[in-house]
T-cell receptor, first 111, second 114 residues
Framework: QKEVEQNSGPLSVPEGAIASLNCTYS??????FFWYRQYSGKSPELIMF????GDKEDGRFTAQLNKASQYVSLLIRDSQPSDSATYLC???????????FGTGTSLTVIP | DVKVTQSSRYLVKRTGEKVFLECVQD?????MFWYRQDPGLGLRLIYF???????EKGDIPEGYSVSREKKERFSLILESASTNQTSMYLC?????????????FGEGSRLTVL
């Protein structure tokens, strides 16, 4: 089984701060990486994907990928209470169409 | 608006019962997936299908089977429900492609087996 590791948290940050979420993966050949947000009692929804080394920015969210070190991170700038959720890292298998998920990091943004 | 619909949000079944969970997507996606989600264990893949009548086992297929007779519909079957199958079940779909891959999830089906 391909492994995707995340710190389970909980991670607490004050409103307006930067939240940093990290994820490592074991399959060196992985090409596609995704961050999903899951509110309590809801299903996951995609917030970012990244394929290339470096940074990808979308509004307050920045995904960072380092294939040599096999980690992907998500930065949330100017964190808001509405960002409080569990964030799931997902890696797409090199072959086939499977996705492997981490166990998620619980984030709480304190007003 | 894209949509993945799961037939039941909440189910309560008894040990030994046969359980059907239905999932329908309206996006003409080739791939469909069934996951279960448990606290501390994350999402674990049960089965997936990349075409009609095609299926592949995921990481935890024991005790489950699936059916995909039409492209838009993917069913998960628990032949004889057991208490350790109490969980949240999530259906998802995606397009085929090396770099495509956003998963669209249904709202989930919370199954309790007594």
């Amino acid at each position: 089984q391909k492994e995707v590791e995340q710190n389970s948290g909980p991670l607490s940050v004050p409103e307006g701060a930067i939240a940093s979420l990290n994820c490592t993966y074991s399959d060196r050949g992985s090409q596609s990486f995704f961050w999903y947000r899951q509110y309590s009692g809801k299903s996951p929804e995609l917030i970012m994907f990244i394929y290339s080394n470096g940074d990808k920015e979308d509004g307050r969210f920045t995904a960072q990928l380092n294939k040599a070190s096999q980690y992907v991170s998500l930065l949330i700038r100017d964190s808001q209470p509405s960002d409080s959720a569990t964030y799931l890292c997902a890696v797409k298998a090199v072959t086939g169409n499977q996705f492997y998920f981490g166990t998620g990091t619980s984030l709480t943004v304190i007003p | 608006d894209v949509k993945v619909t799961q037939s039941s949000r909440y189910l309560v079944k008894r040990t030994g019962e046969k359980v059907f969970l239905e999932c329908v997507q309206d996006m003409d996606h080739e791939n469909m997936f069934w996951y279960r989600q448990d606290p501390g264990l994350g999402l674990r893949l049960i089965y997936f299908s990349y075409d009609v009548k095609m299926k592949e086992k995921g990481d935890i297929p024991e005790g489950y089977s699936v059916s995909r007779e039409k492209k838009e519909r993917f069913s998960l079957i628990l032949e004889s429900a057991s208490t350790n199958q109490t969980s949240m079940y999530l259906c998802a779909s995606s397009l085929v492609g090396r770099y495509t891959g956003e998963l669209f999830f249904g709202e989930g089906s919370r199954l309790t087996v007594l």
